[in-house]
């Protein structure tokens, strides 16, 4: 086990990129995927310990949160986390630090990847997705270099009620969107979207991807399907796709990344 590991949560990719430009800027680091429940729990002999997950709905992804407590973390460890949003960081951060103090926290904007709510280049800066991408790159060294002088942040990261109330009815949310997904005669059955979901919520039966309801809402499925045959609305049909450029996934689905 390497001396410096970042657990991670992505979707799309923009998280898993972030903590692998943060594990950069440290020297190297073991990324290991909180996406399904941990190959590894034990990092007592971490120095290091780093979270880095998106904000759903108002708060962390609960799949997160439920494997973070499954986390064996030295008392001694200097732990920091790291929330990536396109506007607000919600709760994430505050639900973390109670079941792991953290020592140092950031948040953090990218480009948008809930393309029913919001087109992908959503985002606070509205700034273009080359642009968003610099910017997130640029970022990772400065927390990096942060976290290798064990920088300590001077509050414990603030939960907004509003965010919290909206998080607290995410996953009815998430339920009624399950329903409406779509897949169009597009679909080719290469088993991609099985591959990425999180839940195993996807089947290939028949050639064909069939989408269950035992859903995250990561919209990985969707933004990462070569034929874009799955839908989630006209809206989404519409609308640009995105996937952060520099992750792949092979990436995304490997339960630890050495770096």
Same mark, same amino acid.
């Given at each position: 086990?390497?001396?410096?590991?970042?657990?991670?949560?992505?979707?799309?990719?923009?998280?898993?990129?972030?903590?692998?430009?943060?594990?950069?800027?440290?020297?190297?680091?073991?990324?290991?995927?909180?996406?399904?429940?941990?190959?590894?729990?034990?990092?007592?002999?971490?120095?290091?310990?780093?979270?880095?997950?998106?904000?759903?709905?108002?708060?962390?992804?609960?799949? +997160?949160?439920?494997?973070?407590?499954?986390?064996?973390?030295?008392?001694?460890?200097?732990? +920091?986390?790291?929330?990536?949003?396109?506007?607000?960081?919600?709760?994430?951060?505050?639900?973390?630090?109670?079941?792991?103090?953290?020592?140092?926290?950031?948040?953090?904007?990218?480009?948008?990847?809930?393309?029913?709510?919001?087109?992908?280049?959503?985002?606070?800066?509205?700034?273009?997705?080359?642009?968003?991408?610099?910017?997130?790159?640029?970022?990772?060294?400065?927390?990096?270099?942060?976290?290798?002088?064990?920088?300590?942040?001077?509050?414990?990261?603030?939960? +907004?009620?509003?965010?919290?109330?909206?998080?607290?009815?995410?996953?009815?949310?998430?339920?009624?969107?399950?329903?409406?997904?779509?897949?169009?005669?597009?679909?080719?059955?290469?088993?991609?979207?099985?591959?990425?979901?999180?839940?195993?919520?996807?089947?290939?039966?028949?050639?064909?991807?069939?989408?269950?309801?035992?859903?995250?809402?990561?919209?990985?499925?969707?933004?990462?399907?070569?034929?874009?045959?799955?839908?989630?609305?006209?809206?989404?049909?519409?609308?640009?796709?995105?996937?952060?450029?520099?992750?792949?996934?092979?990436?995304?689905?490997?339960?630890?990344?050495?770096?």
């Amino acid at each position: 086990m390497h001396e410096n590991v970042i657990f991670c949560w992505s979707g799309t990719g923009n998280c898993l990129d972030m903590a692998k430009n943060i594990a950069k800027g440290m020297g190297g680091a073991d990324i290991i995927s909180l996406r399904k429940a941990p190959t590894v729990t034990d990092v007592r002999s971490a120095k290091r310990v780093g979270f880095v997950f998106p904000c759903h709905g108002g708060g962390a992804p609960v799949d +997160f949160l439920e494997h973070a407590k499954m986390l064996q973390v030295d008392k001694g460890s200097y732990v +920091f986390a790291v929330s990536q949003s396109a506007s607000y960081p919600g709760t994430g951060l505050a639900e973390l630090n109670k079941i792991i103090p953290l020592s140092y926290w950031k948040a953090v904007t990218h480009q948008c990847t809930c393309i029913w709510l919001f087109p992908h280049y959503m985002q606070v800066p509205p700034i273009g997705a080359k642009a968003a991408q610099k910017r997130s790159e640029h970022l990772a060294k400065k927390i990096a270099k942060d976290v290798m002088a064990q920088k300590l942040s001077k509050k414990d990261p603030g939960a +907004f009620f509003l965010n919290a109330a909206e998080n607290a009815g995410w996953p009815m949310i998430l339920k009624l969107k399950a329903k409406k997904f779509k897949v169009s005669d597009k679909c080719v059955g290469c088993g991609q979207c099985a591959k990425i979901c999180p839940r195993g919520n996807i089947e290939i039966k028949n050639g064909k991807a069939h989408i269950g309801q035992n859903c995250i809402g990561c919209l990985g499925c969707l933004q990462y399907c070569p034929q874009k045959a799955i839908s989630l609305g006209r809206i989404t049909d519409k609308r640009e796709h995105y996937v952060n450029p520099k992750i792949t996934v092979a990436e995304l689905t490997q339960d630890v990344l050495h770096v």
